[in-house]
């Protein structure tokens, strides 16, 4: 499971080494205990996939994203994810 986030103020993520900028969205990737900054909101938990044999997942790219297979995607475009196996959608997924 992760927890998607949304930058709402511009800040330096310290642990990252990242300079977050408003409409940014990132994920936290858990199990873990995140306490969100005042300059971020939480959008959303997402929840990971069980992709069984002989079924695929059906995604689209919400904005122009590389995929998980670092292929590019664009905004729009959907695509079947076939590998078995568990599947967490990243943000722009």
């Given at each position: 499971?992760a ?11 310290e642990?990252?080494?990242?300079e ?7 994920l ?22 069980v ?9 689209r ?26 599947y ?6």
């Open positions: 499971m927890v998607k986030l949304s930058v709402s103020q511009p800040f330096k993520d642990e990252n080494k990242i977050r900028s408003p409409g940014d969205e990132y936290i990737y858990g199990p873990a205990t995140y306490i969100p900054r005042i300059e971020e909101t939480i959008v959303e938990e997402v929840k990971g996939f992709i069984k044999p002989n079924t695929a997942l059906l995604v790219a919400h904005r122009d994203t590389k995929d998980s297979n670092k292929k590019d995607r664009r905004a729009g475009e959907r695509w079947l994810i076939r590998k078995a196996g568990a967490l959608p990243s943000v722009d997924e």
